[in-house]
């Protein structure tokens, strides 16, 4: 890579990086939590968002921002529970970026108490950009095998929890479960660690009380 192409990538990351913290301040100031998901394609992002809705909509405000790189597929699954969707496809680019979501974040309702953005299917480039968020969590399905972490340490390392998704299919699969999490917590010994079955709501619940905390937290430092 040429020094030009390493000046231009310094400029393009930085210019997100001043998106990012402008955005991450103006949901702060709206007490609106902000959670971006990461992870491969068919991973369980969708569904797992809409386990969250089942769980706290409309007891809580929500809202939903969809990466992808075509179709509004997701979004209108979303939209389906009673939660209001925006779709971004970004026509081929491989991650998500802050500018992205600051022209959304104005649409966002007022009353909204959690925000979840739910990156372009991928364990690499999203991995380098800030979007403003709270929190980042990568998720790893037991059908993808036990390798990610250490292949994708960045994810992981930039990440505050892993959700590991569709464990009621570990009877049927080859996957250690524990040193998953514990390859996972070489790379991040500070990585909060959840287990999940969208199909079954096994884990769920600890979710959902995760997120509870987690916007409390949010609440009490701008108190």
Request: glycine content about 6%; aromatic content about 4%.
């Amino acid at each position: 890579m040429s020094r030009k192409e390493i000046s231009v990538l310094e400029d393009l990351l930085g210019s997100n990086k001043k998106i990012a913290a402008e955005t991450r301040r103006l949901l702060e100031d709206r007490r609106i939590l902000a959670i971006n998901l990461m992870s491969s394609p068919g991973s369980g992002k969708t569904s797992l968002i809409e386990k969250i809705i089942e769980a706290l909509h409309p007891q809580h405000r929500l809202a939903v921002i969809e990466g992808d790189i075509e179709t509004e597929l997701d979004a209108a699954r979303i939209r389906a529970k009673g939660v209001a969707a925006w779709q971004i496809t970004t026509g081929g680019a491989c991650h998500l970026e802050a500018r992205m979501i600051a022209r959304v974040i104005g649409a966002i309702p007022a009353e909204t108490e959690f925000l979840f953005i739910e990156n372009v299917g991928n364990l690499v480039c999203p991995a380098s950009y800030d979007l403003g968020e709270n929190l980042r969590w990568v998720l790893l399905s037991v059908t993808e095998g036990e390798d990610k972490p250490k292949k994708y340490p960045k994810a992981f390392l930039t990440s505050q929890s892993l959700i590991i998704t569709k464990i009621d299919l570990l009877s049927h699969l080859n996957f250690d479960l524990e040193r998953v999490k514990r390859e996972a917590k070489e790379i991040n010994p500070n990585l909060s660690i959840l287990a999940t079955s969208a199909k079954t709501g096994e884990g769920i619940s600890a979710v959902i009380q995760f997120l509870l905390n987690q916007r409390q937290k949010l609440l009490s430092r701008h108190a």
